[in-house]
T-cell receptor, first 113, second 109 residues
């Protein structure tokens, strides 16, 4: 069985650009969460979606947005990139919501130059 | 102040040693997760606990709800156990995870 799939694995962008990160959850999982992990720190919660609705949002600016599609895959969009957005972006899927076990993807490493 | 506190931050052990990593959490956290992160980033979920004890192979996780404390134990440690171990709390209906700062474990031969 495929695990949580994230694409791309690595990405380099320039300040001011926009980026879209993608996540495919485990088959049958209906909840997707996004986390940002800056080097040397623990992951920080960005968004959670369940059944295509936003169920939670972390303390991130409006430049960050996300959506979940009918097939439960998800996209995270970041506009007007800043150097500080350089991080590992992790997607986690779970069967349902709330308080189910999570399976994490390997992440997308975004570098903003 | 973080809602999830871990100790120690760094831990070095010799192969075969019994290892304990501790996690304290604040009110409102209803499920406690133990995660493993290897260099390069990928996170593996080890356990999710809301009460009692769970065991998987050489890994044991316990939680004391009254004391808001959880421990991760590794028996007969091996160099392949070297990784960052993170505890994370799930909070009520939001279900977001709040992560501890992680414990960097190095197991040497």
């Amino acid at each position: 069985d495929a695990g949580v799939t994230q694409s791309p694995t690595h990405l380099i962008k320039t300040r001011g650009q926009q980026v879209t990160l993608r996540c495919s959850p485990i088959s049958g999982h209906k909840s997707v969460s996004w986390y940002q992990q800056v080097l040397g720190q623990g992951p920080q919660f960005i968004f959670q979606y369940y059944e295509k609705e936003e169920r939670g949002r972390g303390n991130f600016p409006d430049r960050f947005s996300a959506r979940q599609f009918p097939n439960y895959s998800s996209e995270l969009n970041v506009n007007a990139l800043l150097l500080g957005d350089s991080a590992l972006y992790l997607c986690a899927s779970s069967l349902a919501w709330p308080n189910y076990g999570y399976t994490f993807g390997s992440g997308t490493r975004l570098t903003v130059v | 102040k973080n809602e999830v506190e871990q100790s120690p931050q760094n831990l070095t052990a010799q192969e075969g040693e019994f290892i304990t990593i501790n996690c304290s959490y604040s009110v409102g956290i209803s499920a406690l997760h133990w995660l493993q992160q290897h260099p390069g980033g990928g996170i593996v979920s080890l356990f999710m606990l809301s009460s009692g004890k769970k065991k998987h192979g050489r890994l044991i996780a316990t939680i004391n709800i009254q004391e808001k404390h959880s421990s991760l134990h590794i028996t007969a440690s091996h160099p392949r156990d070297s990784a960052v171990y993170i505890c994370a709390g799930g909070t009520g209906t939001a279900s977001k995870l709040t992560f501890g700062t992680g414990t960097r474990l190095q197991v040497t031969l």
